[in-house]
């Protein structure tokens, strides 16, 4: 098992496949996504929407009490570990109207939805790649057997490339960029839900107390 193993680990092809499929995503894609594709490796595994979306919503009602008993201009004092929600509750307390702080959220939003699509976009164009390198090298290893047919010492070689270029180009694109890039787009989907949902509820909060302090401005001119 250890020997067919070793058959099957060529560092050298290894590398030109994986120098192949690197410069077709940086092509595609650009130098500022890749580093984006290989930084979003790091919470990749611990990342947890849904702990985040619970641990939003128990500040939102902290933000919510604030908001009431002191107004909008408290609601940065409340403390949450999440950037998006600490900033979103500073440009709330700052914003001098409703609107200021909708236009933030929705370019926030915008932002980093384009942020994770282009990480995800790396590892796609990855997964698209490898294939059809690793079926580049085989026609190569084929158009080398066919070229030393009277030489059968030199057959192996020129076969082991065929093989595994197309060996090497399925494994990374199906055990290791697709299931990348499905994970990305998954936790994508799920952490722009929460970070919508909490701006909505933001939103809500500062046209209630806008009202309410409309209002008390109304009684008090009356």
Not at 67 to 87: H, I, M, S, Y
Not at 113 to 125: C, E, K
Not at 143 to 153: E, L, Q, V
Request: with cysteine; net charge positive; hydrophobic share 55%.
């Amino acid at each position: 098992m250890i020997g067919l193993l070793a058959q099957l680990f060529d560092p050298l092809t290894l590398l030109i496949m994986i120098g192949g499929v690197g410069a077709v995503a940086l092509f595609q894609n650009g130098g500022p996504a890749i580093g984006r594709g290989f930084a979003a490796l790091v919470p990749l595994l611990r990342a947890d929407p849904d702990k985040d979306q619970a641990t939003a919503r128990a500040a939102l009602l902290k933000i919510d009490q604030v908001a009431q008993l002191r107004g909008l201009a408290c609601t940065d004092r409340v403390k949450t570990a999440n950037p998006f929600l600490a900033e979103a509750a500073r440009r709330l307390a700052n914003s001098e109207k409703t609107e200021q702080f909708e236009i933030w959220a929705a370019q926030a939003l915008a932002d980093r939805a384009r942020r994770h699509a282009g990480a995800r976009n790396v590892w796609l164009s990855i997964a698209d790649a490898a294939p059809a390198l690793g079926m580049a090298g085989t026609i190569l290893g084929l158009i080398g057997m066919f070229a030393a047919m009277d030489d059968p010492a030199a057959l192996g070689p020129s076969m082991a490339l065929a093989l595994l270029t197309t060996l090497y180009g399925v494994v990374i694109a199906n055990v290791i960029a697709a299931p990348i890039a499905s994970r990305l787009a998954d936790l994508s989907e799920r952490e722009l839900a929460w970070q919508k949902e909490a701006a909505s509820r933001l939103v809500a909060i500062a046209r209630r107390e806008n009202v309410t302090t409309l209002r008390a401005a109304i009684r008090e001119v009356a």
